[in-house]
Structures are given as structure tokens and as C-alpha cells.
């Protein structure tokens, strides 16, 4: 079945960067907008980053903007999120999800999610 495996979590000190990995298989990747959201404890999922299926169109939450850039390679049927400048804010699980439609921060038209990998980012 199709399978979305994060990886490249870990703790951090603020400050610092990490660059998270979405690894997709058993779909036509290239025909998917991707997206990064983020769940923090206690706290509701949100949005945080999406891109569409040529790469050509990014969208990002205003908490990251300029801090975070996603990016994608559709030949390794793999999408990044590269993170810099990371807040104490920032910790998280992330997760990457899978999309036929373009329409940033909603969560309603992803069909595919990943489990996750978790982000945490020391003060």
C-alpha cells in the first residue's frame, strides 16, 4: 500500500537547523501536492508547508516563513524540509501527506499521511 516514511528529526538547540525527509512509494508522486504539518503536545495538527507536484509552487505558514523551505525530487520520489533558525515553538511531531489537490494549509484533501518524526528544539 502506499507508504510515507519521515526521517531527520531529532533534538536541537535553538538556533540550529535540521533538514526533514519524506520518503513516498507506491503512487505517482510527481501527481501530488505535498505538504508538512506539524502537532505540537496538547495542541492541534497545522499547517506548515506545501508544494506542488512540479515543485514549482511553495506555500508556508507565516510561523515559518523564511525560516523553513520545502523542497522536492521527484526522480527519489522524495520530499525535504529544510529548517533553520529553529524556535523552541518549533517542537513538534512532523508529518508529510499527500494531496491531488493545491490548496495550502487545509488538511481536508490529503489522502496519504506519514507516522511522523519528531522534532525538538532545546531553549
Known amino acids: 500500500q502506499v507508504q510515507l516514511v519521515e526521517s531527520g528529526g531529532g533534538l536541537v538547540q535553538a538556533g540550529g537547523s535540521l533538514r526533514l525527509s519524506c520518503a513516498a512509494s507506491?503512487?505517482?508522486?510527481?501527481?501530488?501536492?505535498m505538504g508538512w504539518f506539524r502537532q505540537a503536545p496538547g495542541k492541534e495538527r497545522e499547517f506548515v508547508a506545501i508544494?506542488?507536484?512540479?515543485?514549482?509552487?511553495?506555500y508556508y505558514a507565516d510561523s515559518v516563513k523564511g525560516r523553513f523551505t520545502i523542497s522536492r525530487d521527484n526522480a527519489k520520489n522524495t520530499v525535504y524540509l529544510q529548517m533553520n533558525s529553529l524556535k523552541s515553538e518549533d517542537t513538534a511531531v512532523y508529518s508529510c501527506?499527500?494531496?491531488?489537490?493545491?490548496?495550502?494549509?487545509?488538511?481536508?484533501?490529503?489522502?496519504?499521511w506519514g507516522q511522523g518524526t519528531q522534532v525538538t528544539v532545546s531553549s
Open positions: 501527506a499527500a494531496s491531488r489537490l493545491y490548496i495550502p494549509a487545509s488538511q481536508n484533501y490529503y489522502a496519504y
Open positions: 507506491r503512487f505517482t508522486f510527481s501527481d501530488y501536492t
Open positions: 508544494i506542488s507536484g512540479s515543485g514549482q509552487s511553495t
